[in-house]
């Protein structure tokens, strides 16, 4: 009998936990053995208990593959109440003060889930909407096609600083905010792991385009993120290619063979290509003034807006001058627009030559050499 499976990861230094690694069996007697206070993100993917009581088919009567595993059955709801609470209850006993985790659902289980946690003392952060561009379609032509899933990202506590990659996210999204609502297709073609018999392993198995998003916007390089419903290690696979840990919990030795492989194949991504933006409120400050000082942007210097319909002057105590406006670089931008406020390092551009430059630009040019000196 498998009772432990490793990947060709070693231990964090200095770790007890069994990083890297899958442990076989039941995921609330293993959460329980593990340190409290010790894992930085949960993600969960657990049983939907989908209450499929015949198989579904086609209209050209073939069968649908659905999910009728011995794992997503439960007596009744109040049996799946009790293994909800159970393994909500182990997973928050081992999250950091500062940790967060991810449930997914469907109906079928979704609000339950969302209910045991609240129960739990869980603070509820949002509610993702994953939109399927490829879902099943209703072969019975009974309900709506069921297009979506639903996650539910929460704090341990509600006074918790959990992780959230802002910057990073909204330069994903061409600085736009990222919304709640995602679209991705599916897990189909070569991401889906087949068995011997050529059919799916896994009746479930997610996308790793979301858990990547899930991993690079609520986890930092070298964090340690727990699945207790593993199944075939998307999440193990995309933490190994993030340069984040994993500890994966699952209790099907034929999924843990096929997470195992999977994993193996994963090459993880260089330090510099998964590190994440610095969020602006964590960045060196660097007063406008500063610019003036060391001469980046000299007293008497004209600067302009993106469409040259305002201009100002700097002057040597670091305020500009426009007309009858004086003040920052940001008041006076917000006055010559007559607006009630205005960023003035992406506002306000000095002239070279025959183009505009950002003052943004100078900044983060003082603020490297900051950074530099103080590493």
């Not at 060709?8 to 007890?16: F, Q, T, V």
């Not at 799946?80 to 928050?92: M, N, P, S």
């Not at 999440?235 to 994993?246: Q, Y």
């Not at 969020?279 to 600067?303: C, M, N, Y």
């Amino acid at each position: 009998m498998l009772r432990t499976a490793r990947t060709a990861y070693a231990d964090a230094e200095g770790s007890h936990l069994p990083v890297d690694t899958i442990l076989v069996g039941d995921c609330v007697a293993h959460m329980e053995a593990l340190p409290a206070a010790s894992v930085d993100l949960v993600f969960a993917d657990p049983p939907y208990n989908l209450q499929l009581e015949q198989g579904l088919t086609r209209p050209d009567q073939s069968k649908v593959d659905g999910v009728d595993d011995e794992w997503d059955k439960f007596e009744s709801f109040q049996h799946y109440d009790i293994f909800t609470r159970a393994w909500l209850k182990a997973a928050r006993r081992i999250l950091k003060p500062d940790g967060a985790i991810w449930v997914i659902g469907s109906y079928h289980n979704i609000f339950r889930v969302g209910a045991a946690m609240q129960d739990l003392d869980y603070w509820l952060l949002n509610d993702v909407i994953w939109r399927k561009s490829n879902p099943m379609p209703n072969f019975r032509g009974t309900r709506f096609t069921n297009a979506h899933e639903t996650l539910i990202w929460a704090a341990k506590t509600r006074a918790g600083r959990v992780t959230f990659n802002y910057e990073q996210l909204k330069q994903a999204n061409d600085d736009v905010q990222m919304r709640s609502d995602w679209l991705f297709p599916i897990c189909t073609g070569n991401e889906r792991l087949k068995g011997e018999d050529d059919e799916k392993l896994h009746p479930t198995q997610k996308p790793e385009a979301l858990l990547h998003r899930i991993l690079m916007a609520t986890t930092k390089p070298g964090d340690v993120v727990l699945d207790p419903f593993f199944g075939t290690g998307t999440t193990g696979a995309v933490a190994k290619r993030l340069g984040r840990h994993f500890i994966g919990i699952e209790r099907e030795n034929t999924y843990v063979a096929g997470a195992l492989q999977r994993i193996a194949n994963v090459r993880t991504l260089s330090a510099e290509a998964v590190e994440t933006a610095v969020a602006k409120r964590q960045a060196t400050r660097v007063p406008f003034g500063t610019l003036v000082e060391t001469g980046l942007v000299p007293a008497g210097t004209e600067l302009y807006d993106d469409r040259q319909r305002f201009s100002a002057m700097v002057r040597a105590d670091g305020s500009l001058i426009s007309g009858p406006h004086m003040g920052s670089i940001h008041r006076v931008g917000a006055l010559v627009q007559g607006a009630e406020a205005c960023n003035g390092w992406t506002f306000w551009h000095t002239r070279q030559g025959s183009r505009l430059e950002p003052i943004d630009v100078y900044r983060a040019e003082i603020r490297a050499q900051m950074d530099r000196i103080s590493a």
